[in-house]
């Protein structure tokens, strides 16, 4: 190990919303638009599938 690589940034694999963007390379920002789309449609699908528990529940109820 040298010097220089006690200097270098590691590079995190989560995002951080609101972090600084200039140590990361082109492709590590690819990366994290990779990360964060798959996230989101995580997010959508969970929203979804909540969207439809609660949607069969009103219905239930509302008979």
Known sequence: MSFF???RPINKTAHEIGQDLSI???DDLDDRIA???QEIARLEAD???KQ??????DNLFRK
């Open 5 to 7: 690589d006690e200097e």
């Open 24 to 26: 990361l390379s082109v």
């Open 35 to 37: 990360l964060l789309r």
């Open 47 to 49: 929203r979804q599938k």
């Open 52 to 57: 439809a528990d609660r949607s069969a529940a």
